[in-house]
């Protein structure tokens, strides 16, 4: 799997992500520093040989945009909560490890986005119950056909088998299934997984005026609307299934 990113346009950005990163690895080190210097060398030392090569991991997984990069962040949360909870309260290493928590929030909230991790229903085998939505993309004289699959902070996933540049814009519309909506999109990631298999773009929604904005918070409703109807749908099937 290979990700591209718009650096240009994402570079603020990423830079930020990356203070974040090693902010709270800073916190956490001096945490451990602290304690071996408090009557707990030993445990501090362990955990600092433990955290290292973690660190390291999870910062590959970062840089790579990794899927695995959330499961090292969510072992971190666990590990910062469990630390808060038996450290005494608003203790010098207590501080550090709250601050490393607020921290490593903030850096998976930006990351939480379909620009970098574009969210995939890999559970969900039938097409007829994922909540994406068939569109046709336009660009320059070309039309596709391809799936908006994910939708978030004025930002989605868009799968086209076409191999299209990062930077390129493109127009997505479904006038065939009588929703009426058309977008203007900026391509800002790209991930290719192997062949055979479509390429997932990360676009980020253009809005060159007002009403392009008030048709997406339309067209966000709307979108929900459609997630909640296949979830039902999906449920009722499944309860007749059981009853059967």
Not at 80 to 89: D, P
Not at 110 to 126: A, H, K, N, Q, T
Not at 150 to 176: S, T
Not at 217 to 228: A, L, P, Q, R, T
């Amino acid at each position: 799997m290979k990700a591209i990113l718009h650096k240009w346009k994402l570079q603020q950005d990423t830079d930020r992500i990356e203070v974040l990163h090693m902010g709270h690895l800073f916190f956490v080190l001096l945490a451990m520093v602290i304690g071996v210097f408090s009557g707990k060398a030993i445990s501090s030392i362990i955990q600092i040989l433990v955290l290292i090569p973690f660190y390291y991991l999870f910062t590959k997984t970062k840089k790579s945009l990794f899927y695995s990069f959330w499961t090292f962040a969510s072992l971190l949360l666990v590990y910062f909560l469990f630390k808060i909870f038996t450290l005494s309260f608003f203790s010098t290493e207590w501080i550090l490890f709250a601050l490393a928590l607020i921290v490593l929030i903030i850096e998976m909230y930006m990351l939480f986005s379909p620009i970098y991790y574009p969210r995939v229903s890999w559970w969900e085998y039938d097409f007829r119950y994922r909540n994406d939505l068939k569109i046709e993309v336009n660009f320059n004289e070309s039309k596709f056909k391809g799936r908006l699959t994910d939708l978030r902070r004025q930002a989605g996933c868009v799968l086209l088998f076409e191999d299209l540049e990062v930077g390129n814009e493109i127009e997505i519309n479904d006038n065939e299934a009588g929703l009426d909506f058309k977008f203007n999109l900026e391509i800002m990631s790209k991930r290719r997984y192997s062949l055979g298999r479509p390429i997932h773009y990360g676009v980020k929604f253009l809005f060159p005026n007002r009403e392009s904005k008030l048709r997406w918070h339309e067209f966000v409703n709307m979108w929900s609307n459609i997630g909640h109807e296949k979830r039902m749908t999906k449920f009722k099937k499944d309860t007749i299934q059981n009853e059967a």
